[in-house]
């Protein structure tokens, strides 16, 4: 009997241990700590579901995008927010195919004002829709018209979208979208009764404005014509404003008097001067009379004022605060002047106005012997420095004439326009701003959607490999190694 009521005895005692040994795990560090844990990570998950609850029920979004692909610019809020009209916004696209940038950024429009309305038409289920407005067909466009006027702008899918070619695949891509600008454009169009015209002139080998240059002026609301200034009688009475893009052959005498006469009564005109060897002896008397003489030759720099390994591409500096590089100096951009032909200013009447916005170094010289072997400057050269863009103003009998003359027709290269860090577009289109004064005009900057790359310099290629390679994972591993040993001894 004795066995038996040991064992009685004895399982009590085993019941106890254990259940101090539950009682004990609860009241550890372990548990406590765990339990801490537990607490922070329900409380964190908690306040998440809270936080994404209120921001659904406020519709509140954030755009996080480096270049802001889904935010509107204070330009276009002042538009929204200034408006009188009826403004309603279609979106033509088949159901299903919608791209997310142009929904978010028509959603933005309609938060901004009670006088917009965004509506989607399907060309399946509406297939003469965009006809009703345009000549054009399209199955994927944006059309904006002012109810009240019936006035419309049609913008095509790929205005929205800039491209640039991979010369590997052969492939167009896109690298930049201008969805606000094309919208907010058409906006002021279609409730402003101020359309400026602008004339090309053409006849001497002038160069037509590319089409990324085209898009982005009439973004600004401006109509551009062709003038023969050749055949022309006089210039136009609706001409705003003349460009004058590169002649490499002269003007004649009649057409040299007919835009001085133009300019006289208060004309505007930019002017961009391109290399020839032909002879353009009225060209240059039309910006004499304004004070401007071309140099002969082309213009060299010392290296670091011109871009890479190719002395012809200058970089100017900016040197003053001038509407015409108003872009320019908000975005700090650098302007690139290939092929440029030496300018300098004469006061030849009290009532002219200079500024010079695009100047060379000291150190820059124009190149006239163009046999010769070397780049260096030689004897016969003419010393700088040189002005590369110059404003002229001149108020006389209650008019003010414009002129903006640009060393170079190169200036408007498309492949030099179309790089984002360069300012050479900004000044064509601030210069057009300059010139005609008209409120319908504005000036969006299109958004990049091309993958950005930290450049790292070959001398720091060393030291950021031996910092990511050796030094920060050896670090995290001495880091570890302390933080096990202090705790084992805890």
Not at 131 to 147: D, G, L
Not at 152 to 166: A, C, H, P, Q, V
């Amino acid at each position: 009997m004795e066995p038996e009521k040991k064992e009685l005895t004895e399982k009590p005692k085993k019941k106890g241990t254990l259940g101090k040994k539950i009682k004990a795990s609860f009241q550890s560090r372990m548990f406590h700590n765990g339990g801490y844990s537990t607490v922070v990570i329900a409380a964190v998950i908690i306040l998440a579901v809270l936080v994404n609850l209120f921001v659904a029920k406020l519709d509140l979004k954030l755009d996080l995008s480096t270049e802001g692909l889904y935010s509107i610019s204070e330009e276009t809020e002042t538009i929204v927010k200034g408006l009188e009209n009826d403004i309603t916004i279609y979106y033509v696209i088949q159901s299903g195919s919608e791209n997310k940038i142009v929904e978010e950024i028509l959603n933005r429009y309609k938060e901004l004002s009670d006088h917009i309305t965004v509506e989607y038409r399907d060309p399946v289920m509406y297939p003469k829709f965009v006809s009703n407005y345009t000549s054009e067909e399209s199955s994927n466009c944006v059309i904006v018209e002012n109810k009240d006027t019936e006035i419309s702008k049609f913008i095509n899918y790929f205005d929205m979208l800039e491209y640039s070619m991979d010369y590997q695949t052969g492939q167009q891509n896109v690298t930049a979208i201008d969805v606000e600008g094309q919208i907010s454009s058409a906006i002021k169009l279609v409730t402003s009764d101020d359309v400026p015209v602008v004339y090309q002139v053409t006849g001497h080998g002038e160069a037509e404005l590319n089409s990324t240059l085209q898009k982005n002026v009439d973004k600004l609301n401006v109509q551009v014509e062709s003038l023969a200034t050749v055949s022309a009688e006089k210039i136009p009475e609706d001409c705003d404003m003349l460009i004058i893009n590169g002649p490499i052959s002269d003007f004649t005498e009649e057409e040299t008097t007919m835009l001085e006469d133009y300019l006289k009564e208060g004309g505007k005109a930019a002017i961009f001067v391109s290399y020839t060897e032909n002879d353009m002896t009225n060209f240059e008397s039309l910006l004499s009379y304004y004070g401007v003489t071309v140099v002969d030759g082309l213009v060299m720099e010392a290296s670091g004022y011109y871009m890479g390994t190719y002395p012809l591409n200058l970089i100017p500096e900016v040197r003053t605060a001038h509407d015409i590089v108003t872009s320019v100096n908000n975005e700090n951009k650098i302007v690139v002047v290939p092929n440029a032909k030496g300018l300098l200013e004469d006061k030849v009447r009290d009532t002219l106005d200079f500024t010079d916005f695009l100047i060379t170094s000291d150190g820059a010289y124009s190149k006239v012997n163009f046999d010769s072997q070397t780049i260096s400057k030689e004897d016969g050269d003419i010393d700088g420095p040189f002005n590369l863009g110059i404003a002229v103003e001149e108020e006389y009998n209650d008019t003010t004439t414009k002129l903006a003359v640009f060393a170079s027709a190169d200036i408007l290269n498309e492949s030099i326009i179309t790089t984002n860090q360069f300012g050479n577009m900004d000044l064509l289109l601030d210069t057009i701003n300059w010139m005609v004064e008209h409120e319908a005009g504005l000036n969006i900057p299109t958004k990049s959607v091309e993958q950005q790359y930290v450049s790292v310099q070959p001398a720091q290629v060393g030291f950021w490999g031996i910092l990511l390679v050796l030094v920060l994972p050896a670090a995290v591993l001495v880091t570890g190694i302390l933080v096990w040993l202090r705790r084992r001894k805890a």
